[in-house]
């Protein structure tokens, strides 16, 4: 158990819609970075916060976005869903501002986004 | 846009057996992780190299960095069915951009 969740651990939503993804870091991390993993695209950086502020931002389609609340937890909101989205959201957490490039981030069990 | 090339994808090996994953790029990346994943879970980090020329070694696990920072590799020595699992690298830069390879599947067979 790395210490971070996720909720939920499965959704399966229609085409069009819009669904929120949710992760709460580990105790004491400020930092949420948010991938997405698919059969075909692999594992893709999406965006990451710190302590509330946008810190980086990967491969994120203009259709999500993300943010990070004052208790530290954050949410990834995807909408206009399409068929090629359903893929596994991972949250991590780590204790630094850091990019993701040099620190230990912890995983999260992910959540498993279907499109039908 | 930076490529983590990754090779081989798929590894079916027996118990004991050695054996060795790479990361390739054309791109210098100021840093290269391994993280390994198995089913239903998130990554768990292995090891981070930031120095060209760099090896890091992790029990039966040794990982090297290349001069120019380009590339990377993997070996697994003596492995075990426990060593079962998908193997990523993730290539980083100081300004916030991170690349992973496609993955290695591993089996090891008892």
């Known amino acids: 158990d790395s210490g971070v969740t996720q909720t939920p651990k499965h959704l399966i939503t229609a085409t069009g819609q819009r669904v929120t993804l949710r992760c709460s870091p580990r105790?004491?991390?400020?930092?949420v970075y948010w991938y997405q993993q698919s059969l075909d695209q692999g594992l893709q950086f999406l965006i990451q916060?710190?302590?509330?502020?946008?810190?980086a931002k990967g491969n994120i389609l203009e259709r999500f976005s993300a943010q990070q609340f004052p208790d530290l937890h954050s949410e990834l909101n995807l909408s206009s869903l399409e068929l090629g989205d359903s893929a596994l959201y991972f949250c991590?957490?780590?204790?630094?501002?850091?990019?993701?490039?040099?620190?230990?981030?912890?995983f999260g069990p992910g959540t498993r986004l279907t499109v039908l | 846009t930076q490529l983590l090339e990754q090779s081989p994808q798929f590894l079916s090996i027996q118990e004991g057996e050695n054996l060795t994953v790479y990361c390739n790029s054309s791109?210098?990346?100021?840093?290269l992780q391994w993280y390994r994943q198995e089913p239903g879970e998130g990554p768990v980090l292995l090891v981070t190299v930031v120095t060209g020329g760099e090896v890091k070694k992790l029990k039966r696990l040794t990982f090297q960095f290349g001069d120019a920072r380009k590339d990377s590799s993997l070996h697994i020595t003596a492995a075990q069915p426990g060593d079962t699992g998908l193997y990523l690298c993730k290539g980083g830069t100081s300004y916030g951009k991170l690349t992973f390879g496609q993955g290695t599947i591993l089996t090891v067979h008892p």
């Open positions: 991590a957490s780590s204790v630094s501002a850091g990019t993701g490039a040099y620190n230990e981030q912890f």
């Open positions: 791109s210098v990346f100021s840093s």
């Open positions: 105790s004491g991390d400020l930092s």
């Open positions: 916060y710190y302590n509330g502020e946008e810190r």
